[in-house]
């Protein structure tokens, strides 16, 4: 049911002759990545060394992985292709909207039948397209893809940030948005920009308080949260060797805290354990046949100054644990200087909830080690002074540690154990008076901890760290304890210590599971019949975009001309919207309304060229619709920067704006344009955006003539009779010119389906 060994015979069998034909053309040594890399070339094969940093590569990735709130739109674009069934390997997550408020099973309760609609589509459209569903309950998505479907050397894109986890166990695991999911389950290639590479080499072993967590607190100390970008981070050395699976995967999970694009570890005897651990022994049996080929060539890291971009060195012996924060992951206070900094910055000392678990933190390791803390609490006569949850990342962890007696040492001290899901690590947590935005503090296993992320209120101090050190916190309910020197006072009155954490890396007594939530998807999904109520306010299908009429675009109006920055967030605003995720029309109306007018300053007020008046952009845009009028919108530098949400590109397509001309693009924003059929364009000249006005009637010319590296030429008809015309530039190839022309590359796919 799990995974498709089949597909990973295929993999390896493929290795040998790709790395040998890569070390050659890239003329040395290779890193593991590398390998990876040049192992997933969707051409095969090649005599071509990527520049890192510049050239833009296309892979053939293994897997696909989608959680539930991306995978709405991702699979309603896929069912636009006309495929039958999904090209690679895909599943489908439902762990992103159970919000944590009683407890488990009340919770998930409630969430079945808050997003029945949306389960219901999830489930059916899984169904029938041949994607394995994991229903609500089943876990959070990393956790679940590292226990059933990781496996060393492969490749895989996932909708969600955190999708690097499968790193742990060997694989480049990158996080995407839907629409790169949605071509590459159509059977199409995923570019990526050949990335930079970043060495990490490991020394020492963890031992006492510290843990896998504080590598990764660690690194992003040093890198801070840009210091990843367009990188993949690559671990080595004997201590990297040390660790457990798991452990790696948490450095892997929050390795996109410092930006990069992802993290991996080599192949070794502890990935061997895992895979094993997880009734995949198959899967390790194929990869001990090729283990040379699943890490990187010794000279590279006899030798990583030479092959590496940046490296940079850790010795686990003398790593502090560390407590990240407040509101950025990159602030990092090793446990020692951790007191000092809470009475110096004036953070709240009174620890309200220590929040252990999520995709991050939850194997088997960590819940084994907190709760070998929570046990000398009992033992000593501690009372736990803060609030404390436990967000167990599957159902298959959850089940062992009930089975080896760690839920009910937990509920001994108090602890709450939630629903196997995101929870409150994604906001999906109805804190009870988060609402009064009192200044406080948590702490969490969890990844982020940027203002309002966990319970909405701006003044809660969030830090993270790791499961060892957030139960300590949580026993002693103050931040500025030290578990490493301090002493607690307990029920007696007496002065005691909490001894070193102990756990296991795997259940001695093995892995087991009742129902681990999965349903296969129908051998012969034909018959199947996708589930979406027409009156479904959060679903929607989609209707193709119309292709285009052959013409030059002509008197379109301006609908807006967006000063300064303007990323995915101002174009298609999160937080509440992203309820309509799943549904267009209705996530239309959040469009550009956090972009600024250059002629008022102001979000969301535009002139409406009908009327004169000035009213909302999405209303403003929906009256040029029904009127037959086309538009067109001006932007800054890096247009669409931020996030790779498809919905920045879909809504301005879906409402009638013909046209994105902007100084630059943030590339991945230009690709989605020009995936939906739009038309993205930008300044020859940058300062020709000041001649653009907010009653010209505007002309893109030298469309009949659309050819790659052409120009095509913008005319202002000015209100006052004067006309501007200016040079603007695109960087359309013939294949995505063809997308413009059909009105979007799933147009090109479906024709060609037949
Ligand atoms: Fe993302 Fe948190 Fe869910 Fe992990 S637990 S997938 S970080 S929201």
């Not at 790709?18 to 590398?34: F, N, Q, W």
């Not at 709240?348 to 084994?368: A, H, R």
């Not at 002509?554 to 967006?562: D, E, H, P, Q, Y």
Request: proline share 4%; net charge negative.
């Amino acid at each position: 049911m799990a995974f498709d060994i089949e597909m990973i015979k295929d993999v390896y069998q493929r290795f040998e002759t790709r790395i040998d034909a890569a070390r050659k053309s890239v003329g040395k040594p290779l890193t593991l990545t590398e390998k990876i890399l040049y192992a997933h070339l969707w051409k095969g094969e090649t005599k071509t060394a990527y520049q890192r940093g510049q050239d833009y590569v296309d892979f053939a990735p293994d897997r696909v992985a989608m959680q539930d709130a991306t995978a709405q739109m991702a699979l309603l674009q896929f069912m636009q292709a006309g495929k039958p069934q999904v090209a690679v390997p895909s599943t489908v997550h439902c762990d992103h909207l159970i919000q944590a408020k009683i407890g488990a099973d009340a919770d998930l309760e409630i969430a079945n039948e808050q997003n029945r609609e949306v389960y219901d589509f999830l489930s059916s459209v899984s169904n029938k397209y041949g994607i394995g569903f994991w229903k609500p309950g089943a876990g959070i998505i990393h956790q679940v893809v590292l226990e059933n479907y990781a496996f060393p050397g492969g490749m895989m894109i996932g909708t969600d940030s955190h999708t690097p986890n499968a790193g742990g166990l060997g694989m480049v695991a990158i996080g995407v948005g839907g629409a790169d999911a949605c071509d590459v389950m159509a059977g199409l290639p995923w570019e990526l920009k050949f990335p930079k590479l970043i060495g990490v080499k490991l020394t020492g072993k963890l031992s006492g308080w510290t843990s896998a967590k504080d590598v990764i607190l660690k690194v992003a100390g040093i890198l801070t949260v840009k210091g990843g970008t367009g990188a993949i981070v690559e671990y080595f050395g004997e201590g990297a060797q040390s660790l457990s699976a798991t452990g790696k995967g948490t450095i892997c999970n929050m390795g996109a805290e410092i930006g990069a694009t992802t993290s991996i570890f080599g192949y070794d005897e502890k990935a061997e354990a895992y895979l094993r651990g997880t009734d995949r022994s198959d899967v390790a049996d194929l990869a001990n046949q090729i283990k040379q080929h699943l890490t990187g060539d010794a000279e590279v890291y006899a030798n990583p100054e030479a092959y590496f971009d940046q490296v940079i060195e850790i010795n686990l012996s003398e790593l502090e644990p560390h407590v990240n924060g407040p509101f950025t992951p990159d602030l990092a206070w090793p446990i020692s200087k951790f007191a000092e900094a809470v009475k110096e910055n004036n953070w709240p000392d009174k620890l309200e909830v220590g929040l252990i678990g999520s995709c991050t933190n939850s194997s088997y390791e960590d819940i084994s080690r907190a709760a070998s803390l929570a046990q000398q609490a009992v033992d000593k006569d501690l009372q736990v002074q803060s609030e404390y949850t436990v967000t167990p990342g599957s159902e298959l962890v959850r089940f062992t540690i009930e089975r080896d007696g760690f839920l009910n040492t937990f509920e001994k001290i108090g602890g709450t154990v939630l629903a196997n899901a995101c929870g409150p690590c994604i906001g999906q947590w109805a804190r009870h008076g988060a609402d009064k935005k009192e200044k406080n503090s948590i702490v969490t296993s969890f990844n982020r901890n940027f203002a309002k992320r966990n319970d909405g209120n701006p003044n809660t101090h969030a830090f993270v760290a790791s499961p060892e050190i957030t139960t300590a916190l949580a026993i002693a309910g103050k931040l500025s304890f030290n578990p490493l020197t301090d002493t607690l006072t307990n029920t007696k009155g007496e002065q005691v210590k909490l001894d070193e954490p102990s756990g296991l890396e795997l259940p001695t007594k093995g892995f087991a599971v009742e129902d681990a939530g999965y349903q296969a998807p129908a051998v012969d999904g034909d018959s199947v019949q996708v589930i979406v109520s027409p009156d479904s306010d959060r679903l929607q299908l989609l209707e193709p975009f119309k292709p285009w009429n052959g013409q030059d675009l002509t008197n379109m109006v301006l609908l807006i001309k967006a000063k300064g920055k303007c990323t995915t967030d101002h174009i298609s605003m999160a937080g509440p919207w992203l309820k309509y995720r799943g549904h267009l029309d209705n996530i239309s109306n959040n469009m550009l309304i956090g972009a600024i007018n250059f002629v008022n300053d102001k979000a969301d007020t535009v002139k409406n060229q009908l009327t004169g008046e000035y009213g909302a952009v999405p209303a403003t845009q929906r009256a040029y619709k029904a009127a037959g009028i086309d538009s067109i919108v001006v932007g800054d530098e890096n247009y669409g920067e931020g996030s790779s949400r498809e919905h920045a590109a879909m809504e301005p397509r879906h409402l009638g704006v013909r046209v994105i001309l902007v100084k630059s693009f943030a590339r991945i924003h230009e690709t989605n344009l020009k995936k939906q059929g739009m038309l993205g364009i930008t300044f020859d000249d940058p300062n020709d955006y000041d001649l653009v006005q907010e009653d010209d009637r505007i002309d893109v010319i030298g469309l009949t003539d659309f050819a790659v590296g052409k120009p095509l030429t913008v005319v202002l008809n000015h209100a006052d009779g004067t006309k501007d015309s200016f040079p603007v530039n695109h960087t359309y190839n013939e294949q995505q010119i063809e997308w413009f022309k059909a009105g979007g590359a799933l147009n090109i796919i479906r024709q060609n389906q037949g």
